[in-house]
């Protein structure tokens, strides 16, 4: 049985990239500048942001940080977002559980889900304590997750997305406190197949984790309009804490 990890190679692949093509720089640019105003920093602030993808967040939070390093596992994202090639914004290939830099941020991002993948339990935690070690004093650690309530009430349990002329065949279920997506789809003859796995963590699981790596929670936000989190409603769950 192949033990790889999912994220390893689905988030590596072009045809992630293609499925969620709608979570652009548009989208990117409007989150960063309403944080920015929320977050009302000097431009001497540096920042982290891990799990950075392709670097859409990276490049937009350059302009308002003096240094922005972006952080993720997957060699062809990292190679993409070395592209904007830009003085202050530097790319690693790393893996966010072990992370390490021998300098501090004074804010961490963790954007559009990348979160709550990992099979070990202790991992989450695992994460944060490095973000905190990785944050100076009063250092902010931004997290945009998916509202799981509302993920669980309204689970789309298939459905057909046909993209650049690719079909799309998704599937979704809920195990073990998971979320569990399949994706099959044939490009060129060749059938693919892919899992998306991630824990449905709470508003509660986040405090609780939190409260352990020793951050304080500041305020949750319910959406990329900065609106406040509502459990029944909010597509996002957005948890701004602070490094005690
Ligand atoms: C849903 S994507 C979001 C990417 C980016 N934040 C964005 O909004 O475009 C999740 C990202 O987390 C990265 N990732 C997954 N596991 C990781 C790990 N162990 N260490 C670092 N990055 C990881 C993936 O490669 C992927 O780029």
Redesign the pocket.
Known sequence: MDKK?W??DW??SYY?HLL?KN?NDKE?KDFILNLVNYLNLNFESSAL??????G??SFELRKYFKSVTG????KN?IKEAKKHNLEGLFFTQ????I?NFDYKFNVIF?????FG??EETNDNLKILLNCHRHLNKKGILLIDFFNAQKVIQNLVKQEVKKIDGIEFNIKRKINHNKIIKTIAFKDKNKNYYFQEKVQLLTQENFKSLLNKANFKLIKSFGSYHLTDFNINQSDRLILLAEKK
């Not at 942001?49 to 392709?54: A, E, N, R, V």
């Not at 952080?71 to 997957?74: H, M, P, Y």
């Not at 790393?94 to 559980?97: G, K, T, V």
């Open positions: 990890e994220f390893i988030f590596n992630y969620y979570r990117a942001d891990l799990g950075c993808g392709k859409r967040h952080l993720d596992l997957s994202s790393q893996d966010m559980r992370f963790n954007l559009f889900t990348s993948y990992f």
